[in-house]
């Protein structure tokens, strides 16, 4: 449970439980949401523009979809079966 950084990640959005869909600068989009508190927030100096998602991403925009519409902060833990016990 070390702290570890991982290298910048883009943002793509958040599902209906408040984790965020991230991807990495590659497009690699991540198998499961990550939840806010383990994000930490990367001001940039000068605006970076990015190509269209639709070109960058290496997921569909239907799974995407389905992700935002997802409740779970994390695909071994579900938010609706989450017991304080359980951590």
Do not use: W
């Not at 991982?6 to 939840?35: C, T």
């Amino acid at each position: 449970m070390h702290p570890r950084y991982n290298g910048l990640m883009i943002v793509i959005s958040r599902n209906q439980g408040s984790a965020y869909i991230i991807a990495e600068l590659s497009g690699a989009v991540l198998a499961r949401p990550i939840g806010p508190f383990q994000i930490v927030p990367y001001h940039p100096r000068q605006t970076i523009t990015l190509p269209p998602l639709d070109n960058i991403l290496d997921i569909s925009t239907d799974k995407l979809c389905c992700q935002e519409q997802s409740e779970d902060l994390d695909d071994e833990f579900p938010a609706s079966n989450l017991d304080i016990s359980d951590v």
